[in-house]
T-cell receptor
Framework: DAGVIQSPRHEVTEMGQEVTLRCKPISGHNSLFWYRQTMMRGLELLIYFNNNVPIDDSGMPEDRFSAKMPNASFSTLKIQPSEPRDSAVYFC????????????FGNGTRLTVT | SQQGEEDPQALSIQEGENATMNCSYKTSINNLQWYRQNSGRGLVHLILIRSNEREKHSGRLRVTLDTSKKSSSLLITASRAADTASYFCATDDTGFQKLVFGTGTRLLVSP
């Protein structure tokens, strides 16, 4: 079991650039979640998918953020254009949706926008 | 939005001592979960307690839940240096695994 795999682990970019974060969930899991973690705001749920369909994107901060899940084994979170306030650690998590299933987190992507 | 608030924000103890962390939440829940996060890593699930349960054990972990007070506690007995991490409670906001995490407790266990 390889766990949830995120790439890249670190990303440094300049303001205005496009950033794409990638996630491979655990095989067999049918729910995928994107979280953002900052010191000021803690862990925030941005969006989650069930069976590749976005269920709730109310946590996505602005139209600059978009997420896709083209198939059961891959998801992307894109920020275009990026801003310094987007600097954070972005986590992807997956689970098999049923009552009381825990989330399995990747090790995150640390994004720095200068 | 954050559902849970952990208390204390930080806790420093010696190896062998017990560590107790508390979590308060605001709305009705189906279950409450505790996660651990080591520095630079993702969160790892520790234990889940259902709303109709009052206490649950897993190894050195003991979790209690008081739905009337909307609070939970996590007790780590006989702590070890390897327990140094941040601990988060999480509640299911809408019952569809939309977990909302608390602010976390940073635990430091010194040898």
């Amino acid at each position: 079991d390889a766990g949830v795999i995120q790439s890249p682990r670190h990303e440094v970019t300049e303001m205005g650039q496009e950033v794409t974060l990638r996630c491979k969930p655990i095989s067999g899991h049918n729910s995928l979640f994107w979280y953002r973690q900052t010191m000021m705001r803690g862990l925030e749920l941005l969006i989650y998918f069930n069976n590749n369909v976005p269920i709730d994107d109310s946590g996505m901060p602005e139209d600059r953020f978009s997420a896709k899940m083209p198939n059961a084994s891959f998801s992307t979170l894109k920020i275009q254009p990026s801003e310094p306030r987007d600097s954070a650690v972005y986590f992807c998590a997956s689970s098999f949706v049923q009552s009381n299933s825990p989330l399995h987190f990747g090790n995150g992507t640390r994004l720095t926008v200068t | 939005s954050q559902q849970g608030e952990e208390d204390p924000q930080a806790l420093s103890i010696q190896e062998g001592e017990n560590a107790t962390m508390n979590c308060s939440y605001k709305t009705s829940i189906n279950n409450l979960q505790w996660y651990r996060q080591n520095s630079g890593r993702g969160l790892v699930h520790l234990i889940l307690i259902r709303s109709n349960e009052r206490e649950k054990h897993s190894g050195r972990l003991r979790v209690t839940l008081d739905t009337s007070k909307k609070s939970s506690s996590l007790l780590i007995t006989a702590s070890r240096a390897a327990d140094t991490a941040s601990y988060f409670c999480a509640t299911d906001d809408t019952g569809f695994q939309k977990l909302v995490f608390g602010t976390g407790t940073r635990l430091l266990v010194s040898p």
